[in-house]
């Protein structure tokens, strides 16, 4: 529309970031040979003879750089490595790093996050191969940029498309500590106490998933911005099922529970950097959920939701108490200031 | 943290189940369809929505909210007057809810844009900081809210202003929204929950008259999911018994008498009067207004406020299709207006029922836009 202007919340992860894609970039997709840009998945996956070369490429900016449990390096390699593995590619060959810098930013501060990125990169068994940098004037960027991106071959893909009615949703563990970890530093909500984000390379624990499931691990995805709420919804978009969501199965950490009900923030609707959400077959979601929580980092691993035929593309919230469905989050969840 | 972990026992599914299975045996044996209450309080709306209770609501029995949003039933030329001292020139001082209002032409946040001194605030006391920081500016605080805000707002007067800070009120009075609900023919309410929190202060006492008069019977409710779930039970109890009695379910926090000195600072400040509530009526005690001895802080007592220089644009095609009146009276629901969720959102609002936080449309909206989702297995 003539003299519409990009909102942040085009960027948040929910209805109106997906309605910015689809009216402007969509129109670079062209037919490929497997899972393209019009699937708007987390990543490609190109045929290579029998095998699949997964790409997928994301770009870091938080604030602030350094939070509770990670930085804006732990963030850009696990991000993109949770990406892959999304995908069903839980062994990447190789990352790339580019970064963008502000003039003036402090040296010591890049040495950690390039720290950051060698850890994690170490615990994802994901080497950085190369690498670009590039400096702008001072208010041309906001401090530092990241943006990695990852190769990796998988035997199978998993798309995030899917879900049948009956299949079980599976989340890997506690959602919304990195959202609530960032957002109460972020905004000096003096609450931070024992929140920590999750931030995590989540290959390892996929690799379990999937070893335990083989083909009836149907869909994965990220909960990242926009959080469960938000990859429930889409799920449930490309798939075209219902989902009923079973609020008290979803595990949420007492201390951002606490800190939500402050804020009047819905934890569902909060970004995680550490968790996956798993479709399963009904007859393998115990095996799987047994796999998960072998892992060190998929101990509190849940079954917290069903595919459904009715109401497709929605999703039911059963609070416990009664039911409503659950909206699609529209843009970056603000604490209630009253 | 413990505080909000406490709560959790008032959200226990095993108790709510119970309450609900004997709600639906007291709604069967009042023994019509639909048994219609009305609770007028925009946090009751919040738990009944974000808990999903609708769902949990027996068939023939129907939960309304009435007139419950102090800023959803500010007038139109009440939000005009705010405008049009910040086009003279003022610093316009409010809470953030109040500034999407819409006004005849325009709203507080539209005076924003356009350069007037419009500032959100979260405490009353924030304002009058703000009108001791700047001594050659008029710093006038839009306020509104019922009784629990009124008292803050009292308080503040009391303790002392400083010359150049005013208070336009926008206070609206509790139970005057009960009462203009049941004066309408059309509404078919027989018994009401009161808000819990404007109760702490005013008692539940206040309410025994409104009883005796219209014979309906009032139950006082907190705002966990259980609290409401008891109160309505409670509710349709007293209805199905023909008893016009009021009875507290939140003696946690209300007492008969209601916080004592809080009430007397809040009628030291104000009096009760009649005002229009939008898309109502005239309401013939429905608005706090200072009373005439402050009017030295009372904006409109001190300013001549020209409301006709902000008022009388082109008429909003949009505005005349919102049913904000009908849904806040009780006789039609969000999803039943043709806007709601579609040109009316929280982001580009028409009616004030999608502006306040308190507002039902709002509330609909933020939990899933439509509530009764007993027929999915």
């Not at chain 1, 069903?88 to 060959?93: F, R, Y």
């Not at chain 2, 009042?30 to 048994?35: E, S």
């Not at chain 2, 809810?97 to 325009?106: A, I, V």
């Given at each position: 529309m003539a003299g519409e202007k990009v909102a942040l919340k085009h960027g948040a992860g929910g209805r109106a970031m997906r309605a910015l894609i689809e009216d402007v970039?969509?129109?670079?997709a062209s037919p490929v040979d497997?899972?393209?840009?019009?699937?708007?998945?987390d990543g490609a996956a190109l045929r290579v003879g029998d095998r699949w070369l997964v790409v997928t490429t994301d770009s870091h900016v938080v604030h602030?750089?350094?939070?509770p449990g990670g930085d804006i390096g732990r963030l850009s390699v696990c991000g993109t490595v949770n990406d892959l593995a999304m995908m069903?590619?839980?062994?990447?060959?190789a990352l790339t790093c580019a970064v963008i810098l502000e003039e003036g930013f402090a040296r010591a501060d890049l040495e950690r996050i390039r720290d950051s990125m060698l850890e994690a990169s170490r615990e994802a068994g994901a080497p950085i191969v190369t690498g670009d940098t590039k400096v702008m004037g001072?208010?041309?960027?906001?401090?530092v940029v990241l943006n990695t991106t990852g190769v990796a071959l998988a035997d199978r893909v998993v798309s995030d498309a899917g879900l049948r009615p009956g299949d079980r949703i599976l989340v890997t563990g506690t959602v919304g500590d990195h959202g609530m970890a960032v957002m109460t530093r972020r905004h000096q909500?003096?609450?931070?106490?024992d929140l920590r984000s999750d931030?995590?390379?989540l290959n390892g624990l996929v690799r379990e998933a999937l070893r335990a499931g083989g083909e009836d691990v149907v869909a994965m995805k990220d909960?990242?911005?926009?959080g469960l709420a938000s990859v429930l919804h889409e799920m449930a978009g490309k798939a075209k099922v219902g989902v009923v969501l079973r609020e008290p199965d979803v595990p949420v950490n007492p201390e951002v529970r606490a800190a939500c009900e402050v804020l009047g923030i819905?934890?569902?609707v909060v970004a995680n950097e550490g968790k996956a959400v798993i479709g399963v077959r009904p007859a393998a979601a115990d095996r799987v959920l047994a796999a998960l929580r072998a892992h060190p980092l998929g101990r509190r691993a849940a079954i917290v939701g069903t595919a459904l035929?009715?109401?497709?593309?929605q999703v039911i919230l059963d609070t416990g108490l009664g039911r409503r469905l659950l909206a699609e989050p529209d843009g970056e969840p603000l604490p209630r200031i009253c | 943290m413990a505080s909000a972990l406490d709560e959790l026992k008032f959200r226990d599914p095993e108790k709510a189940r119970a309450l609900t299975e004997a709600l639906a045996r007291e709604v069967e044996a009042?023994?019509?369809?639909?048994?219609s209450v009305m609770h007028v309080c925009g946090s009751h709306e919040q738990a009944i929505a974000r808990f999903g209770l609708r769902a949990a609501f027996p068939r023939g029995l129907d939960v309304i909210m009435g007139p419950g949003c102090p800023v959803c039933v500010t007038d139109t030329p009440e939000v005009d007057e705010a405008v049009a001292l910040a086009a003279q020139g003022a610093r316009v001082c409010t809470y953030g809810?109040?500034?999407?209002?819409?006004?005849?032409?325009?709203s507080l946040a539209d005076a924003q844009a356009e350069g007037g001194k419009v500032e959100v605030v979260y405490s009353v006391s924030q304002a009058v900081d703000l009108a001791r920081q700047r001594p050659a500016e008029q710093v006038v605080f839009f306020a509104s809210g019922f009784e629990t805000t009124a008292v803050a707002t009292a308080a503040v007067v009391l303790a002392g202003v400083p010359e150049n800070f005013s208070v336009l009120s926008a206070h609206k009075y509790v139970p005057a929204a009960m009462d203009v609900v049941s004066e309408m023919k059309e509404t078919n309410i027989e018994g009401f929950v009161a808000a819990g929190h404007a109760a702490t202060i005013?008692?539940?006492?206040?309410f025994e008259p409104f009883a005796r008069r219209t014979g309906n019977p009032v139950v006082v409710a907190g705002f966990e999911p259980l609290d409401v779930l008891a109160a309505v039970l409670e509710l349709v109890r007293l209805i199905r018994l023909k008893r016009a009695e009021v009875v507290n379910c939140y003696p946690r926090c209300v007492t008969r008498e209601g916080n004592r000195p809080a009430q007397e600072k809040l009628w030291r400040v104000f009096d009760v009067v009649s005002g229009n509530w939008r898309g109502i009526a005239r309401v013939p005690r429905g608005n706090l207004e200072l009373k005439p001895e402050w009017d030295r802080v009372n904006a409109r007592r001190r300013f001549q406020i020209d409301t006709a220089a902000v008022g009388g644009a082109a008429r909003n095609t949009l505005a005349d299709q919102c049913i904000c009146g009908s849904i806040m009276s009780g006789?039609?629901?969000?999803?039943?207006?043709?806007?709601?969720?579609?040109?009316?959102?929280?982001?580009?609002?028409?009616g004030a029922c999608m502006v306040s936080s308190e507002g039902a449309c709002k509330i609909w909206h933020v939990y899933g836009g439509h509530p009764d989702l007993q027929e999915v297995a």
């Open positions: 970039f969509l129109a670079l497997g899972i393209g840009l019009s699937a708007l998945d602030p750089i350094f939070f069903g590619a839980t062994e990447p060959l001072r208010g041309e960027v906001d401090g909500l003096g609450l931070e106490g931030v995590a390379p909960p990242t911005r926009g819905d934890p569902l035929a009715e109401r497709p593309g | 009042v023994g019509r369809a639909p048994v809810d109040m500034l999407r209002l819409p006004g005849t032409s325009r005013t008692g539940w006492g206040i006789l039609a629901k969000p999803d039943q207006c043709v806007l709601f969720g579609k040109e009316c959102r929280p982001e580009s609002p028409v």
